[in-house]
């Protein structure tokens, strides 16, 4: 066949993922925040390893500035706030990561079908999005931590649950977008079952938007987490978490000011580090803006 | 600077002005014009030292295909690119003398408007969406005179909107753009082009997005315009037959330098550069299929591989393996008329089939008695209309309105129509991605509607859709050997089975196996096009249809892809049933040919008699509609008015009453719907068959 | 339009019935009869009972619902324990406060917003621009119950500039005083709203500059400043009117950390203190308040952007 030949000849041979990464790396500060944040990892992982001290144990005298032996200085109980510090990342980690992957869990599934089917099944889960939508997070977070408590799995539950609207209504308006495109039309027209469109193709295309919210989100997660700490309804002590520090320096800012700017640089750093990763997930997957889903004035 | 005072705009009943020749100085001098983009993948020059000029009153075509540079050379003159990655733009863009790009920005953006005024192609996008489609045509007036008044200012406008053919313009001044149909608001860019009275008027693919007889209207408002204003026309297109039928002159441009120009008649009767040849070679033609098509192999120029020879040498039949082609970029010299950028000018005219050399003889028609594969009958379609809160129906759409279909075994049924005309919602339904609303659909015999369960899914392997868009109908995040393979997943063939039947697809429809783990990111159009080709054909289906297949391509890309379908066809022996609004494309695949308008058909027969002696008013206003590339006989057309009619609309009587040249005033058209019947060996649904001659 | 309208109000008015359960509900979730729920941990017998009468929590469910609900449309949403007042009493109090530090906090930020946003989209490659981002960064990154405190440490405690503590002054009667004492609060605030409303802006108006009919505007000759004003910011602002409506919804629903750092006299402070006690007669009353007003406020951006575009305005 003479047509045969004509049409391979130039090909781009690029793997995806070396397409991504290249995509990703573009972003200067994208892989700064790549790097930030898997500094931050490995500290809440090998915190036992790299804190100086028990973050517990209220060893040296208390609020003491930075010394050689205590480089942030100790708390108001004496306990050191590098240590503290280190430790604190396994709180905001695993309740930021923890609620957005809840939120992804429980919304996505939600948006894409809202948005598949249409109709009566898109204005019912609709609905049920714009009732969580009405509460701000901190508040809901706060009703549901008071009647359930305040632990670590509840706060992953009371955040995740005010993260599903998020990632509802990002899979729905993803779904909507490419619900009519040849590619989806084409699997019906093949007579694929209508449950196989959905999460094979739909959803498929749609991980790209996904993964870039659910780093968004966590870091919002991580940011309300704090808060809730701040008011005293966070993780319980004595566990350290960094907004439960600056709960506890609150009462010493006149005495020791630098108490309450560490944990709080710690909380900015690890949430920029989040935004940038978001920035170069975006870039990389090919997403546009983030879209209107954020909204975390605390 | 305006024709002062006098500029005004006269309606179109006045004498129009006469057409001074400059032949000195022309009013719009391109020179040694240079585009560079700053890419990842390094710095591409999209325009390569393009020279080119326009005399008042001339009409110059720039003809191309993707990625030639062609539109980007007029941005850039123009000083109206926008995007970020601009590096370099030099040379000179001369209006009227004047270089426009040795101007401060500032003052440059003063001409434009003025001295040369722009035409869009997707005029649904040119215009603000939240203005008032008169406020935006007035601020064109106003940008350049700033005493006018806004009283003053709306009276032009509203003479303008006559002029371009807006009906109740003092209506229309104050709708929006979404309540304009694509011709209307074409219409619209038109008035505001021609506002002031430009000395130059550049049209970028001003009828791409428009319906074929929308199209014919606009090229001649076009004309009007040109003729109103005595401008020097920039046509920007792809379409050979626009460049027949409204250039004075052309100029060919690949890979973002011009290798031929020309006065048209010479272009198409004599090409010197051998793409210029290939080019027209490529081009299937409404007179007679040509058995295959001569298609250019290869992809259009990917501009980021630059090579020190000529860029076309990769496709070219002639300078193919000659080292001065490979190492040497030739340079635009004078000859003939006109000038050609190529070693071995002269010898390209060899390439253009001879029209006795051409196979005069069609490929053996297929017997219309060979047994069916898709029997259709009165198969309807009709969408409700829900509007308010409860969506309560309020009216419905016939999109399919009582239509039979029968295609053969092995043959190739072609439908065509215009947007709207419910093509796309009949291919459909033959694969129940909608439920007709009436009918029934037979599928080898057996009846799709019916069936259920196991019978369905069989008889959905049987029916196969390959679709217009080939960046949208593969799935980006699957590799195109496991889109290919969907269909065979689907019917639950084991996994090394699919694989090995799709490696031999590939194969036949010329692509590389090994590259079936690849993205289809990474391919061209025409090779996506190749791969949803193997998806249809992977279950063995006894017909597929094509939803335009060729539309979304370049006309190089689109030849080959004719000629592989009816390459599979011969060797396979599957029935096609070929969705186009092209009619050239369908005259070159289809046996059979049925014309759809508004839901239903209006005429149908063999290929051959109904393009040669069309019986509906409709069929011939098309075929008339169609610019033909051959500037020897450009005709004195009658197009369509109006737009494609609105499906929504209850009418009685013939459907093509409003827009038919012959039944808009009689009353048997009125009273009575025509049906089909036989008229002069094919099928026709008029009244008055016998007139359309 | 009036189809349009009719469905957005229906939309409403199903969320605000739903809403309206779930808060009533939520009392029911509380372990412990109702009744003594909402009067309060260390309520009274006759306390008890009463509220017990109110609720008629003797009669079916759905009955008690609609109690509940007429109670709360005529103001009568029961008896705060802990202040001896009716809960209305105790909202009506703190709502003044909250709304004056949410309308300061929202002008704050789109004073800062509709610049920043306006010069990142225009001249993304200029110097200023590059710091405006940095800025978008660093307040998108600082949490702002985190930047509350480094304000109170430098301006309050370090400085004595301003009061460390926040507090309700009405703005019309002592405008001094009243900035004097809500200015941190509301920079607390401001500053991260600021940020996602400029970053929004600045997305939604660079891909409007990059659609097609901007080119056919300046192809037509009309002046630069003319086509990002008339043009581009008239599309642009549609899709920011929305954002712009959730941060001001957020902030009337009472910015709870931030208030309780302040010491801020508002609603948030007195949710959070409410549940700190126990008092959830006042909580229930506080949350219907916050998603009533929340629901109002998008209904209402959402009219205003329908009127805006002509595409929904006309369909």
Redesign the interface.
Known sequence: MATLSMASERVRARSGARTFLSRYARSRSAVVGAIGLLVIVVCAVAAPLLAPYDPTAQSAGSLLGPSGSHWLGTDDLGRDILSRAIYGARASLTVGCGSAALGALLGVPLGVVAGYLGRWTDSVSMRFVDLLLAVPTVLLALVITAVIGASRINLIVAIGVAAIPQFARLARAATLSIRDRDFVVASRGMGASTPDTMFRTVLLNLLGPIMVQLVITASLAVVVEAGLSVLGLGVPPPTPSWGGMLQEARGYLYQSPTFGVFPGLCLAITVFCMDRVGHGLRVAVGVESAGATTRAVI | MRAAGSGRLRPATAEPHPVEEHPGEPALRISDLVVEFST?AGTVRAVDHVTYQVARGETLAVVGETGSGKSVTV?AA?G?L?A?NVRRVSGRAEVAGQDLLALP??ER??????DV??I?Q?PM???????RVGD?IA??LR??DRALTARTARARVLELLTLVGVPQPAIRYDQ?P??FSGGMCQRV?IA??IANRPKVLIADEPTTALDVSVQAQILELLRLAARETGAATVLITHDLGVVAEMADRAAVMYAGRIVETAPVARIFDRPQHPYTASLLASLPRLDQPQGRLR?I???PP?LRERSAGCAFAPRCPIGGDRPECRTERPVLVARDDGAVACHHAGQAVTLLPQPDARPSVAPPARPDDAPAVVEVVGLAKVFPIR???LARTVATARAVDGVDLRIGHGSTLGLVGESGCGKSTLA?SL?R?LEPTAGSIRIDGADLLRANGRQ??RL??RV??V???PY???????SVGD?AA??LR??GVPRTQRRRTVLELF??????PE?AD??PA???G??RQ?VAIA?ALAPSPAVVIFDEPVSALDVSVQA?VL??LR?LQDETGVAYLFVSHDLSVVRQMADTVAVMYLGAIVETGAASQLYRRPRHPYTRALLDSIPVPDPSIRRQRVPLTGDPPDPTAATTGCRFRSRCPLGRERAACADRTPELRQVDGRWTACHFAEEVA | MSAYLLRRVGQFLVVLVLASIAVWAMVYALPGDAATVLAGPDASGPQIAATRARLGLDKPVVVQYLLWVKGAVTGHLGQSFYSADSVSHTLAERIPATVQLAVLGMLLALLIAIPIGTLIALRPRSLLARLLHGYLTAGLAIPSFWLALLLIITLAVRTHALPATGDYVNFWQHPVAALRWSILPAIAVAVHGSCIIARFLATSLSEVMQRDFIRTVRAKGVRESRVVIRHAMRNAALPTVTVVGIQLGSLLGGTVVIEALFNYPGLGRLLYTSIGQRDYAVVQGGVLFVVVVFLVLNLLVDLLYAYLDPRIRLA
């Open positions: 990842p941005l123009l109206l926008s970020g920005a500032r953006r003063t001409r434009l408007g003025a005024a722009m869009f997707d996008s040119a215009l603000d969406p939240v203005q935006q601020e064109a940008a350049h929006y979404h309540q860019v505001m082009a298609a192999p290869g992809q990917d509007r308010g809160l459909r694969l991605l369905l899914r959905r392997q196969q859709m679709y217009q868009d949208s109908s593969l799935n980006p995040r699957l889109n969907e269909p689907l019917a194969e036949k429809v010329g692509l590389r590259h690849r993205l990474e391919f061209s025409g090779q190749r998806r080959q000629n592989l390459d």
